[in-house]
Nanobody, 121 residues
């Protein structure tokens, strides 16, 4: 059983910054990719950014140059630094991890409960 706990969401004015954190805990053997998705009202969930355990990153075009994903492998924690926020960044942000649990033969996706980010204009 793996749990992902997010923190750092909130309300910010356009142009401001927020930092999201997500810590994974439980019966973890290893974590490959960790990242963030978001879902705005009436829209599908979309990838924001992902980082592998080797440090490779991938970003949605809409956040490139504004958001930075990073990871602390020792703490099983992933971060998302969000700068120059825009109203269109408003969404529920979900943490994601591709986890190989102890005693398991294959990795599975785990999700956090989501944290609200609201950017006012």
């Amino acid at each position: 059983q793996v749990q992902l706990v997010e923190s750092g969401g909130g309300l910010v004015q356009a142009g401001g910054s927020l930092r999201l954190s997500c810590a994974a805990s439980g019966s973890i053997f290893s974590i490959n990719a960790m990242g963030w998705y978001r879902q705005a009202p009436g829209k599908q969930r979309e990838l924001v950014a992902v980082v592998t355990n080797s440090g490779s990153t991938n970003y949605a075009d809409s956040v490139k140059g504004r958001f930075t994903i990073s990871r602390d492998n020792a703490k099983n924690t992933v971060y998302l630094q969000m700068n120059s926020l825009k109203p269109e960044d408003t969404a529920v942000y979900y943490c994601y991890a591709h986890v190989l649990s102890k005693g398991s033969s294959w990795s599975e996706d785990s999700w956090g409960q989501g944290t609200q980010v609201t950017v006012s204009s």
